[in-house]
């Protein structure tokens, strides 16, 4: 019997410091049918060299080499030179407990799903943080909108990519966009989400997400808030184009708390910064949007607090625009 291969792609920038600590985590992998692509963006460091120290001691790594573009360019790079049945996506400072890919593909054999999800580790030189997948298990898609929809937005386990595998041929047409630079793995999750059949989730945390020394967890600036919801735009019109009604009415009715809750805390806030005010019309085409669904996509027992939402914000937009 033939294992399915994975394909994992490393982004790599000036992590001279990290990087070897990454790579050891995965060629030591439990699951061997690998193949491991380096992609070296720029790196002004030591980096490309352990790249390369790395690649003479095991054929399974392939190294390419870049001007430097970002994360996002660097991972689409990697999407067009996989021709691995499943992708994973490692950051070069990070790494995985050595059975990551056997439990995935332990799933694979068991339930056959378009991704597996799983939970991870945050940790620093002070503490570890363990942060479990709250779902354990398969979940077919007829069964989004109760199990997974309700999260997709909410919880940081669906806002990344490093915790998951995909399988390529749901993936293959979709890229990271390298013009923004803030949720961007939303943006790629719940495109990847909304196209799956069906997803497999494990509970144990098995990837190590790094905060360095003088690493603090970055606070939302309004510049990234503002991408946060031109992101959230898109993927309602993505999900619109690609889920039969029924579905994305439940991934309309699922989400719009959490959108409309975010944007009322942060965009209160924000108002009276005028160098936003050309994303006003963005923010109130995505509240035009969501005027069309209040009446027939949201449960009548939550209508009254989403109307609430609705019109609070449609009146932080009017002062917005009157700035």
């Not at 410091?17 to 193949?35: A, D, H, P, V, Y």
């Not at 070296?40 to 001007?67: A, P, Q």
């Amino acid at each position: 019997m033939v294992l399915p291969k994975i394909s994992v792609i490393i982004p790599i920038y000036n992590a001279e410091k990290f990087l070897s600590r990454c790579l050891n985590s995965i060629i030591g992998q439990t699951w061997s049918n690998l193949e491991i692509i380096l992609i070296n963006d720029g790196s002004t460091d030591l980096s490309l060299s352990i790249c390369r120290e790395f690649e003479m001691m095991d054929d399974r790594i392939i190294v390419v080499s870049k001007e430097n573009g970002g994360v996002s360019s660097s991972r689409n790079v990697g999407i067009e030179r996989a021709t691995g049945e499943y992708i994973s996506f490692v950051d070069s400072d990070d790494y995985l407990d050595p059975n990551t890919y056997e439990l995935c593909m332990g799933a694979v054999n068991d339930n056959n799903p378009d991704i597996i999800k799983f939970g991870f580790f945050n940790e620093s030189s002070t503490r570890v943080l363990e942060f479990p997948m709250e779902i354990e298990g398969g979940v077919e898609h007829c069964n989004y909108s109760t199990v997974l929809y309700p999260k997709l937005c909410s919880y940081s386990g669906f806002n990344v990519v490093w915790n998951g595998v995909f399988r390529r041929e749901i993936i293959l047409g979709l890229y990271f966009d390298a013009t923004i630079v803030s949720a961007e793995d939303f943006l790629f999750d719940v495109m990847a989400i909304v196209q799956s059949r069906n997803i497999y989730f494990i509970s144990n945390p098995l990837y190590h997400y790094v905060q360095h020394d003088g690493q603090t967890i970055k606070k939302s600036s309004p510049a990234d808030t503002i991408q946060k919801i031109v992101n959230i735009d898109y993927a309602y019109s993505f999900a619109e184009k690609v889920l039969s009604n029924d579905s994305y009415n439940d991934f309309f009715n699922s989400s719009i708390k959490w959108v409309n809750s975010i944007m009322l805390a942060r965009l209160s806030i924000m108002a009276s910064r005028n160098s936003y005010k050309d994303y006003a019309n963005i923010i109130d085409n995505l509240l035009m949007k969501q005027g069309r669904y209040i009446s027939n996509c949201i449960k009548p027992r939550y209508r009254s607090y989403h109307i609430y939402l609705y019109f609070r914000l449609k009146q932080v937009i009017k002062n917005f625009l009157k700035r």
